[in-house]
Each structure stands twice: as C-alpha cells, then as structure tokens.
C-alpha cells in the first residue's frame, strides 16, 4: 500500500462548479499535511496546509481533514481554467523533517 | 515567492559522465531536499539536508550523493549518470515555523536527460 494516495485522474470539472481533490494516507502518526498546484512544465506551488481535524479556507479553498478515516481533500469553489492543474497531496509523517507526496490528481475545469 | 534557484535550468549528458545540479538559496532556511519527478512516479525524496554537512538519504537515494558545505547551497552529484536518472530534478527547502507544519518551497527545477 502507498502511503500517500491520490487518483490520478483526469479529473473534468465544468466552469463554476465545485472541484473535489481527496487523498488518503496509511500513517495514522501524520502530523501535517499539505496541497500543492503543479502547471505543465512548472515547479509545484503551495496552496494550503492543515494539521487540525476539521475544514481550512483561504479564498475559494478549502482543505479538509479527517484523521480518524486518515484522508484529506481539497475542495475549489467556482472554479476557473486557470485551476487545470495537477495537484499533489503531500503528507508530513510524525517525527520526520520530510513529506510524502502524492502521485497526483490531473483537474481540467472546462469553460 | 521564496528565494530559491537552480543551475543549470537544461542539461543534457552522456552516460557515465559525473554531473552536478546544484540549488541556491537566500530565505536561510535549515532544510534542503532533492527531489525527482517522473511520470507515473511523482515527486520522490532523493536526499535531504538538515543542516549544513548533516544530510540523510531519501526513498531512491541510489546512484546519487549530496553536500552541503553552507546554509545556502545545496549539491546533489551524479557519479556515473545512467540513462534511468532522466528526469526533472526539484530542489525543496523548509524552516520549521508555526508548530511543525515544516511545508516546503520549491525551485524552478533542473530537467536532465542522460543520453
């Protein structure tokens, strides 16, 4: 089992409507967690981090974290071509300085 | 955007000569890491840095070695490059901050291809 697990997609999403990102993990020490958006060709860019059960916003973002069923999402409301990307889950295990990602989810958002 | 460069941007190589990426950073940070992507793979750990001349191993560490003689830079080294060390290479760095959420910044990547 991977520790870290994403679908890989593609993920198709029309214009203006909600993108719903989820990803599991086998640790159940993970301490922090992280999403990361990756354009073609480009290095990934952090989008958000969580670390307490519950939901984040920031914006049209948000994480949300569920540690006793070990997975988290990420949820883009109206969404915009400009969110096609990929997007990685990224997920700090306890007592490490290190993250494991995700393979990766491919989103297209479709005008 | 965080401080963080790597050189060269583009290298092509033959097999069996030593290459040497190299990451630059100016935030100060403690953490480095070396990261490859390939499809079907995503980003895996090479090696990491947590301070400098204190590195450790990452889940494909093989075939490569790293150095960190200061806190800004941050050498991964191919001994002998083969031609399954194609990939695009990705320097990372963090700072624990805000608890230890320790979430990393990356640079604009060095794409390799060993002919």
């Known amino acids: 089992q991977k520790e870290v697990e994403q679908n890989s997609g593609p993920l198709s999403v029309p214009e203006g409507a909600i993108a719903s990102l989820n990803c599991t993990y086998s640790d159940r020490g993970s301490q922090s967690f992280f999403w990361y958006r990756q354009y073609s060709g480009k290095s990934p860019e952090l989008i958000m981090f969580?670390?307490?059960?519950g939901d984040k916003e920031d914006g049209r973002f948000t994480a949300q974290l569920n540690k006793a069923s070990q997975y988290v999402s990420l949820l883009i409301r109206d969404s915009q071509p400009s969110d096609s990307a990929t997007y990685l889950c990224?997920?700090?295990?306890?007592?490490?300085?290190?993250?494991?990602f995700g393979q990766g989810t491919r989103l297209t958002i479709n005008p | 955007d965080a401080g963080i460069t790597q050189s060269p941007r583009h290298k092509v190589t033959e097999t069996g000569t030593p290459v040497t990426l190299r990451c630059h950073q100016t935030?100060?940070?403690?953490?480095m890491y070396w990261y490859r992507q390939d499809p079907g793979h995503g980003l895996r750990l090479i090696h990491y840095?947590?301070?400098?001349?204190?590195?450790d191993k990452g889940e494909v560490s093989d075939g490569y070695s790293v150095s960190r003689s200061k806190t800004e830079d941050f050498l991964l080294t191919l001994e002998s490059a083969t031609s399954s060390q194609t990939s695009v290479y990705f320097c990372?760095?963090?700072?624990?901050?805000?608890?230890?959420?320790?979430?990393?910044?990356f640079g604009p990547g060095t794409r390799l291809t060993v002919t």
């Open positions: 840095s947590y301070g400098v001349k204190d590195t």
């Open positions: 935030e100060n940070h403690r953490y």
């Open positions: 969580i670390y307490s059960n």
């Open positions: 990224a997920v700090r295990v306890q007592g490490a300085q290190k993250l494991v």
């Open positions: 990372a760095i963090s700072e624990s901050m805000r608890g230890a959420t320790y979430e990393q910044y």
